[in-house]
């Protein structure tokens, strides 16, 4: 059984535009939810992560939305750019005991 | 400060041989995790190590092995070689009380 669903697969936005991932997860007991960033033949790096006790946090142009009751989490990219074009992966876990990551969504931000 | 470093970077091996892999954590970081990388695909979990103990694995056979050292570095260890062992394969660090994971640039194993 999955953990973490991820979608969409791959996304195409114009330069400016807010790509929007979402994630959703089946263990209530996770606590903590990351999303990272990889660039082609790079490992992930950690962009923005959140607690369930909070329902929305912001860095930079980075936002993510949680919403507890539906078990679903999302990433928001305000103002995008075309070097923001990379994979995106959501990720959970309960006491960092074992991460669960989603499928990735391959994000293309057009000029 | 230096990152997470990993080596080798590429590594070819044949069917039914053992691969070594390395991480070596960011300085004062305590916990490593190992990640599987297929091609195309997200990240599926393998084993973490912290404080020099196997605290948990993955859904992987027993033939995928590992160690972590007092200095905390790591080695994974890959026995009996199969064609879909190929993949990028990933540590991460963190330190003790903090809840930031930091990823290494990898090692891609290609099994022929």
């Known amino acids: 059984q999955q953990q973490v669903k991820q979608s969409p697969q791959s996304l195409i936005v114009q330069k400016g535009g807010i790509p929007i991932i979402n994630c959703a997860y089946e263990?209530?007991?996770?606590?903590?939810f990351p999303w990272y960033q990889q660039f082609p033949g790079k490992g992930p790096a950690l962009l923005i992560a959140?607690?369930?006790?909070?329902s929305e946090k912001k860095e930079g142009r980075f936002t993510i939305s949680f919403n507890k009751s539906a078990k679903q989490f999302s990433l928001h990219i305000m103002d995008s750019q075309p070097g923001d074009s990379a994979t995106y992966f959501c990720?959970?876990?309960?006491?960092?005991?074992?991460?669960?990551f989603g499928s990735g969504t391959k994000l293309n931000v057009k000029p | 400060e230096a990152g997470v470093t990993q080596s080798p970077t590429h590594l070819i091996k044949t069917r039914g041989q053992q691969a070594t892999l390395r991480c070596s954590p960011i300085?004062?970081?305590?916990?490593v995790y190992w990640y599987q990388q297929a091609l195309g695909l997200g990240l599926q979990f393998l084993l973490w190590?912290?404080?020099?103990?196997?605290?948990n694995r993955g859904n992987f056979p027993p033939r995928f092995s590992g160690r972590q050292f007092p200095n905390y570095s790591s080695e994974l260890n890959v026995n009996a070689l199969e064609l879909e062992d190929s993949a990028l394969y990933l540590c991460?660090?963190?330190?003790?009380?903090?809840?930031?994971?930091?990823f290494g640039p990898g090692t891609r194993l290609t099994v022929t």
């Open positions: 991460a660090s963190r330190g003790a009380g903090t809840e930031d994971q930091y």
């Open positions: 263990n209530t007991a996770f606590d903590y």
């Open positions: 959140i607690r369930p006790d909070v």
């Open positions: 990720a959970a876990t309960r006491n960092f005991n074992k991460f669960y």
């Open positions: 300085s004062g970081h305590t916990s």
């Open positions: 190590y912290d404080e020099g103990e196997e605290r």
